[in-house]
Every structure is written in structure tokens, then in C-alpha cells.
């Protein structure tokens, strides 16, 4: 297929008119949609849920079919965007396709894009769509199915697009497909964000298709601010879309018992029972939580794969009876972060609040953390920081740690390996006996996002680097933690104390 999806068009010769086909009566229920996608090609789309709080892969065909039916749809909807959360062979990108054929067959001179996490994903949606049409619907299509492009008799036009900014940029469509979002370029996603419009009965609508791979990456990020954007999220795993489970196979004896307990008897889906049973045996535990079960994102090559938050995050107050310690990493267009520390009787770190913000001088920082540091200056024990900061500017000839003491905050530093407190945050995460003295406030969303999110990287040979990936983003936290436990925590064992 051709690498440049967004070629210009080349004028063509005027096309002589083709005779009309008769019409087809558009689904208005449900079941006519699962008739119909049955009766036209010969697909059953799985319609039962399984597990709580899922949808089954009907339900997300059913609202991208009727929020553009006046009659059905939603009292004052104004969008058609939705998200699909699906485990892999799940059918999302088949499913979509399907989509994008009914948007082709009934909704004249709807214009639908299809963008991928990599421009061999878009294109294999578009086969399936190509596939529907050469078997049952070439009588609908004006002219000839191109590599990744083609026109309907009624004016719908489908293309395929390269995931970059030329592409995605300019486009004003009514429909937008994009499927394995987890491996979109953030910034291209936030300027695809802007190209599904309205038009006529037609709802624009940007449709977010993948599994969930990276704790806090783009999927789990577009998740997280779905309620507040009254966006719907069908999620579905493995379960909807299994095959039913025959009686000739006994529990006791399938691999997949634990996590089943009987869904597979209730099922009526597609993905063969011994197909997954294979994916189980070949892939890691926490593979197929992921990719398979839906439960979280893959932490496999996270540094603090002991961080939970139903362990270690909890609500905390100031205790004006412990010392008060802050850590802070230095950053500009990189963010600024300042973490406000103590440390219980038991040895319990308690991080109580953070600031964490980027574009600001370190004069600004410093009166802000004058001000929200509890009890005051006169309380702190210690402000323990990057010993970078104690290189000294060319022009000025003052270092970020001097400019922090003309503000009046006196700062400490000492360098240490990287591994070093590494190895000091996870042992506080979780001992070798099991306990945890480790405890983050609810006030402290960046760190936390940090704390799950901060990994190693993969080489091609998918070998896992010693030093973890400097994102810009969960490092800088992270940075300002270590900081304080390699200080307070001197080699030789003993707790370090450093009146400001």
C-alpha cells in the first residue's frame, strides 16, 4: 500500500452515471442492527455481558449507529465520540470497520477518516471495510475501491491517514476512527482532536479504539478525563468475545478456571477457548491481565512494581509533632517539584503535600514554598535537593541553590548513584518482610501518577535498560523523592538532620 495516504487527489475524466440500487432499510433496534450485520455479512456480534461493569461489543456498534438517527438517539447529545477499551482480538478494529461501512451505506456525504497507531493498523481496518464491500456491497460504491480510499454512490467518502500533523491537520470530517490509541504521538492525538465536525444529521465523532498497555499513557489518560467529558467508554475482554464453553470440557481441568469460574459457560463470542489458553501459557501473568483480561496497565517494566494505591496512598495531615523535611527537584521548561516530607515514629515516610509546576522562575517557586510549607519555615528540618543545582550560572555566577538561599532557604545536597535510592524508595515500599513505610497523601496526584508510571525502558531485543526512561514527565517527581531518602538515609545508616 502506498505510504502517502494524503496524496493530492489527480482530477479524473467525467464517470458516466451509474444506475441507481435499490435502498436498505436502516436498523432500529439492536437486534435489526445484529440481524442486519448477520444477514448482509454473515458476522454475529457478540451481545452478552459478562463481567461487571463491561459492555458487550454490540452495545458500542449500537451508539455509533444511532447517535446519528434523529429518532433514536440520546435527549441533547452533541457528540458521537466514544471510547472502545478492548482486549486484544477483541474485534475492535473489525468492528470499526463495520462502523465505517454503515456510515457508508446510510449517511449521505458523511466523510470518515481512519488513523491508526501506525499507518499498517489503518490500513488493515480499511481492508476489512474493503473486504464487506467486494462481497456484498460493490453495487453501492461510485467507481472502484482504491488502496485507501473510495467513494460511496450516496456521497460518503472513506480515507486512510498517515498518523502525522500534514495528515491529521486540515481535515474536517464527520467521523474519526482511531484505533490502537496507546500508540498515537501525543501530540498528534491532541491535534486530531479537532477535525470531526457536524454536519446536517450526521454527529461529528472521534472514536478511541485499544487495549491499555503503559500505566499513564495516552489510553489511560483519554479514560481518566472521560467523565468529566461525558464521553461513554464500552469496555470488553476476553470473556465477551470467548466462544461458549461446551459441557464436554471440565473445569478442574482448563488453565483458564481461576480467572473464568464458569463466564466461558455464559459466553457467546468468537475467540476460540483453546486459542486462549495458548496466549495464557505463552505470555506472562501480568501480559495477560492486560492484554486479555482488561484489568490494569502492563507494569512489567515499571520501576516500583510494589507501589498500590490501596496500600500506599492515604489521606494525611501536617503532625506538628514530627520534623518536616522538603525535597526538591530544579526545573523550568521540565516541571519544578517540591515535596513536603515526614517521617513517623515507626519510620513511616509520610509525603503530605507536593507542588509541581513548569514555566515559572525559582524566585516565584521559592516564595510559594514559603508559603504552603505548614507551620512555617522555622519548621523544617532539612530541604534536601538535586546536586545539580549547585553548578553556577556563566552570567550570574550564582547557582540555583544560592539563589534558594537569598530567598531563605538554606539547602542540602549529596551525590549517589541513581540505584542507590532506587533501591531506598522500593525497600520502603515494601520490606522484605512484607511491610510498607511508605504512605502518599491524596494531595500529591503527581506523584502518585509517578509512582506507576516511572519505567525502564525496552531495547529492540526487548532486554530491560538499568536506568529508567527521563520522560520529562514521572521522572522529575521521582528525582525530588530520591533526593530526600538518599540524604536522609545517610550510608552509613544513620538518619541525617539539617536545620534550614
Not at 459457560?265 to 501480568?286: E, K, P, T, W
Request: aromatic content about 8%.
Amino acid at each position: 500500500m502506498s505510504s502517502k495516504p494524503n496524496a493530492p487527489q489527480q482530477p479524473c475524466a467525467q464517470k458516466m452515471p451509474q444506475p441507481k440500487t435499490t435502498a436498505i432499510a436502516g436498523p432500529q433496534t439492536p437486534d435489526q442492527l445484529k440481524q442486519f450485520i448477520f444477514d448482509h455479512l454473515d458476522i454475529r456480534i457478540p451481545d452478552r455481558q459478562i463481567c461487571p461493569g463491561h459492555n458487550s461489543p454490540m452495545e458500542y456498534l449500537w451508539h455509533t449507529w444511532r447517535t446519528d438517527q434523529p429518532a433514536l438517539r440520546s435527549a441533547g447529545q452533541i457528540s458521537g465520540d466514544c471510547i472502545v477499551w478492548a482486549n486484544r482480538g477483541g474485534g475492535k478494529t473489525q468492528l470499526a470497520a463495520i462502523a465505517t461501512l454503515l456510515d457508508g451505506l446510510f449517511k449521505d456525504d458523511c466523510r470518515i477518516r481512519i488513523v491508526a497507531g501506525s499507518l499498517d493498523q489503518a490500513c488493515r481496518m480499511y481492508e476489512y471495510l474493503a473486504g464487506f464491500v467486494a462481497e456484498h456491497f460493490e453495487d453501492r460504491i461510485d467507481g472502484r475501491m482504491h488502496q485507501e480510499k473510495c467513494r460511496f454512490q450516496n456521497g460518503a467518502k472513506v480515507r486512510v491517514l498517515s498518523q502525522s500533523q500534514r495528515a491529521v491537520r486540515g481535515q474536517h470530517v464527520q467521523k474519526l476512527r482511531c484505533d490502537e490509541v496507546e500508540l498515537f504521538q501525543e501530540e498528534i492525538f491532541n491535534a486530531a482532536k479537532f477535525c470531526a465536525q457536524s454536519r446536517g444529521a450526521v454527529l461529528g465523532a472521534m472514536e478511541c479504539l485499544s487495549t491499555m498497555h503503559q500505566p499513564f499513557g495516552l489510553m489511560q489518560k483519554i479514560i481518566s478525563q472521560a467523565a468529566d467529558a461525558h464521553i461513554p467508554i464500552y469496555k470488553w475482554c476476553l470473556w465477551e468475545v470467548v466462544e461458549k464453553c461446551t459441557p464436554d470440557r471440565r473445569c478442574s481441568r482448563c488453565p483458564l478456571d481461576n480467572d473464568c469460574r464458569g463466564k466461558a459457560r455464559r459466553a457467546d463470542g468468537f475467540l476460540r477457548i483453546d486459542d486462549c489458553i495458548a496466549m495464557m501459557r505463552r505470555s506472562s501473568r501480568m501480559g495477560f491481565e492486560t492484554e486479555m483480561l482488561c484489568l490494569r496497565p502492563n507494569m512489567e517494566n515499571a520501576v516500583f512494581g510494589d507501589f498500590d494505591p490501596a496500600v500506599h496512598v492515604c489521606p494525611l495531615e501536617y503532625n506538628e509533632d514530627l520534623p518536616l523535611y522538603r525535597a526538591i527537584d530544579f526545573g523550568y521548561v521540565n516541571p519544578f517539584v517540591c515535596l513536603w516530607i515526614q517521617v513517623d515514629r515507626e519510620g513511616v515516610v509520610r509525603v503530605i503535600d507536593e507542588h509541581v509546576q513548569s514555566g515559572r522562575t525559582l524566585s516565584s517557586h521559592a516564595e510559594l514554598i514559603k508559603q504552603r510549607t505548614p507551620g512555617g519555615p522555622q519548621r523544617v528540618a532539612a530541604t534536601y535537593c538535586d546536586p545539580a543545582g549547585a553548578q553556577r550560572n556563566g552570567e550570574s555566577g550564582k547557582s540555583p541553590m544560592d539563589l534558594l538561599r537569598e530567598a531563605g532557604i538554606k539547602t542540602y545536597s549529596s551525590k549517589s548513584d541513581i540505584q542507590v535510592g532506587l533501591e531506598l524508595i522500593r525497600r520502603a515500599l515494601r520490606a522484605g518482610d512484607g511491610s510498607s513505610k511508605l504512605v502518599i497523601s491524596p494531595k500529591c496526584p503527581r506523584l502518585i501518577e509517578a509512582m506507576q508510571g516511572y519505567r525502564y525502558p525496552r531495547s529492540a531485543q526487548g532486554d530491560r535498560a538499568e536506568v529508567p526512561v527521563k520522560d520529562g514527565v514521572f521522572d522529575h517527581p521521582i528525582d525530588a523523592l530520591r533526593y530526600f531518602f538518599v540524604n536522609y538515609y545517610r550510608p552509613s545508616g544513620k538518619v541525617a538532620v539539617y536545620r534550614s
